[in-house]
């Protein structure tokens, strides 16, 4: 199998609530009343043998209503001490909040990430740092890396709205020079997609192997893959995650559609696949090696 | 050498060396400028140096995205603007990091439209009209036009210029692509060209390909075809495809379909989807009223049926569900399409308190009406009956403690939890510790 150790996706969670005060008019038609901002931030799902950890940290978060829409106005939701990310220790659902701060209400188009260091450390005792240049972070400007939202993030008056962010590690890191055993230098090229939560799909299940008396155990660190319907190609994956201690996964994230679910661990695999999962909905599917 | 001679070759090397010094500082100059552009490849930032001193919380911009204004905190040193050739070579060379190794087209979608976006190409006309020129110009080279014809996508790139240097791309393109289907190296390339082409010419050679490819070969081509989005094409490859006598490879066909239907419907252009729908209706309903015949391909055409029509999908879900002899996978797509229809919690109660109905039929119908708002007997009757099949052992007992847990009760989460902590059977655990982490999530807990 020819793909990288990077598998899987890390998601960012922001959350915005209302608070109820007015504040001035922020441009492009919005309303007047401001929400409140959450940073959250969760699944970072690996196959755990061969990472130590991946951190990343962030030092500026700002968000706009972008171009199509007139208003560049950026909003700048954090400027300061880096906000740092363990991406390894967040896995399978469980979330971390960032940070709250308060947003004017309206319609936002774009977000904008800036990296201030960004760290990969590998079981074998390897560790990239951006700070000393073995793993290279790209210039992006001052405000950062953009992720265009697919749909628009609506701040209405006084209620929630959220922003769903995957970082895909598959493709964010890259080995610079040969493959990812002997690289000596990797590099960051981050790819996010940015989903809202009633927007995206979800699956979640127990990988478990069957003994020849028929009793079923859990199956920890089996890598999940997330197929298109009728793809057999582990490379074609739209996402991936791997099983906790007691065989649980939990993938968010997943753009609405129909999957196959393959899960491999050593030799053994086995797949199934889901009907459709509309958004906001999620599908219960277990996978059994026998 | 008279002393005028001596004179007159002093002044010449004088001159031969401020020549030189003022060359050298030309040099440096433009070393510098390339500098600035090579970091506008990897960014947004077209000023050569930039210190930033404490943002307000509103920060103005100008509209050429990247241009910081130079009022309020921000102090520049320097500013070096990008031509429109240097921009569009700027979007050219991400865009040809976007067609690597990984390349999908979600990705290479995200991609795009981040270029877009941070080089404001949909609103330059300058930059647009860089792009026509380049269009028109010849080249060979596959890939170097595709990424043209994608950025032309992204641009939005319009008016009597750009549709004709378009045509005249894309003739080239498939040219291109053509040639270079049976070079190994570029073979990649050429599909991806075709299905970035995206015609009903380019796409059924794709559907040709993809056909007669042998396994191992298949995904680069599925790939492709997931990418596509024009209507008429996908509906010939829909109904080519019925007439496959290889199941499985109809069935690649109609999953990259669904992929390229759920792309274009998420993108919320109404006109494009209608159009969509329009092209897509014969082979979906076909395949649906043929539901005996090719199971898997109607399940996957009432799913994209859903995507672009849900009220319809809805009617054909009801018929189905009619019929007893449905097998468990299409009674699971009727019930899933059945999802936010007005008659989900009447189909729930009928569900509920049938005899004939078996555990699976009652489970189904529950995970169908999950994100309803149900009347309080109801929700009553759905807990209790999901309490009793979580006392089951296999995949259904595991189901239904996920589905108590969406309906966020109190008592149910406590069940939960002590199932996570003290349950006997270790699936089990895992499951309730799983959907217990996802019911107490804010995320979750704000989206039911």
């Known amino acids: 199998m020819s793909r990288t150790p990077f598998l899987g996706l890390i998601c960012i969670f922001a959350a915005l609530a209302g608070c109820g005060k007015n504040s001035g008019s922020t441009g492009g038609g919005s309303t007047a009343v401001p929400g409140e901002l959450a940073l959250l931030i969760t699944d970072a799902p690996f196959p755990h043998d061969a990472i130590a950890s991946a951190h990343i940290s962030i030092d500026r978060i700002s968000i706009d209503r972008g171009l199509e829409q007139g208003d560049t106005t950026r909003i700048v939701l954090h400027d300061g001490a880096p906000l740092g990310f363990e991406l390894t220790s967040l896995r399978n659902g469980a979330i971390g909040e960032v940070l709250r701060t308060p947003v004017p209400s309206g319609d936002y188009f774009r977000l904008f990430l800036n990296f201030s260091s960004v760290e990969l450390a590998l079981e074998d005792g390897r560790v990239f740092r951006s700070s000393d240049g073995s793993l290279q972070v790209p210039e992006l400007g001052p405000e950062g890396f953009v992720v265009p939202l697919d749909t628009v993030l609506r701040v209405p008056e006084g209620d929630w709205a959220r922003l769903l962010l995957d970082i895909d590690l598959t493709r964010s890191f890259q080995p610079l020079d040969g493959a990812f055993e002997d690289a000596t230098a990797f590099s960051f090229q981050p790819v996010i997609y940015a989903v809202m939560p009633g927007q995206s799909a979800e699956v979640r299940g127990v990988v478990a192997r069957r003994d020849s008396q028929g009793g079923m155990h859990p199956v920890d660190r089996a890598t999940i893959f997330f197929l298109p319907i009728g793809v057999k190609d582990l490379d074609q994956a739209v996402a991936s995650t791997a099983s906790d201690a007691d065989g649980g996964y939990c993938q968010l994230g997943l753009p609405p559609g129909a999957y196959r679910v393959f899960a491999i661990k050593g030799t053994r695999q086995t797949w199934l696949e889901t009907a459709r999962i509309s958004a906001g909905n999620y599908a219960a599917v277990d996978l059994t090696f026998d | ?448």
Not at chain 2, 195 to 204: C, D, F, S
Not at chain 2, 319 to 336: F, H, K, M, N
Not at chain 2, 438 to 443: N, T
């Open chain 2, 1 to 448: 050498m008279s002393r005028l001679h001596r004179s007159a070759l002093l002044a010449l090397v004088l001159l031969l060396a401020v020549s030189l010094w003022l060359l050298a500082r030309q040099q440096t100059n433009a070393g510098a400028a390339a500098e600035e552009i090579s970091l506008a490849d990897g960014g947004s930032a077209r000023t050569l140096t930039e210190s930033r001193a404490a943002a307000p919380l509103v920060l103005p911009v100008s509209e050429s995205e990247s241009e910081r204004s130079s009022e309020g905190t921000i102090e520049e040193s320097a500013r070096i603007v990008l031509t429109p050739a240097q921009t569009l070579a700027a979007c050219l060379a991400e865009l040809e990091r976007a067609f690597d190794a990984n390349y999908t087209p979600r990705a290479f979608d995200a991609q795009l439209a981040s270029v877009v976006a941070r080089h404001g190409l949909a609103r330059d006309a300058a930059v647009q009209a860089e792009l026509c020129a380049r269009l028109e110009a010849p080249a060979t080279d596959t890939a170097g036009v595709v990424r043209l014809l994608a950025l032309a996508r992204g641009a939005q790139l319009s008016g009597a210029r750009g549709a004709l240097a378009l045509v005249s791309a894309r003739q080239r393109a498939w040219s291109a692509a053509e040639g270079a289907l049976d070079r190994g190296a570029q073979r990649q390339e050429a599909l991806r060209g075709l299905a970035a082409l995206g015609g009903i010419k380019e796409v059924t050679r794709l559907y040709q390909l993809l056909a007669e490819a042998p396994e191992a070969d298949e995904a680069p081509l599925r790939t492709a075809l997931a990418s596509v989005r024009d209507g008429s094409a996908l509906a010939q490859c829909l109904e080519r495809s019925l007439q496959l006598g290889e199941q499985r490879k109809a069935l690649l066909i109609w999953g990259a379909a669904e992929e390229s239907v759920a792309r274009e419907t998420a993108s919320g252009d109404a006109t494009r989807v209608r159009a969509l729908q329009a092209r897509l209706r014969g082979a979906l309903t076909q395949t649906m009223e043929q539901r005996q015949r090719v199971p898997v391909l109607a399940e996957r055409a009432l799913a994209i049926s859903h995507l672009l029509d849900p009220q319809q999908a809805r009617e054909q879900a009801r018929r189905w569900l009619g019929d007893a002899e449905l097998s468990p996978e299409l009674r699971r797509q009727a019930q899933d399409a059945l999802k936010g229809g007005s008659d989900v919690l009447e189909r729930l109660e009928q569900a509920l308190v049938d005899p004939q109905a078996g555990d699976e039929a009652r489970l189904l119908a529950i995970e169908g009406a999950m994100h309803q708002r149900m009347p309080p007997a109801l929700r009553a009757t759905v807990r209790a009956s999901l309490r009793d099949l979580s006392q089951q052992s296999g995949a259904q007992g595991r189901r239904a403690l996920h589905a108590l847990a969406t309906l966020q009760d109190p008592a149910d989460l406590e069940l939960l939890r002590s199932i996570a902590r003290d349950g006997t059977d270790p699936l089990a655990r895992a499951a309730a510790r799983n959907a217990l982490n996802r019911a107490e999530s804010e995320w979750k807990r704000e989206d039911l």
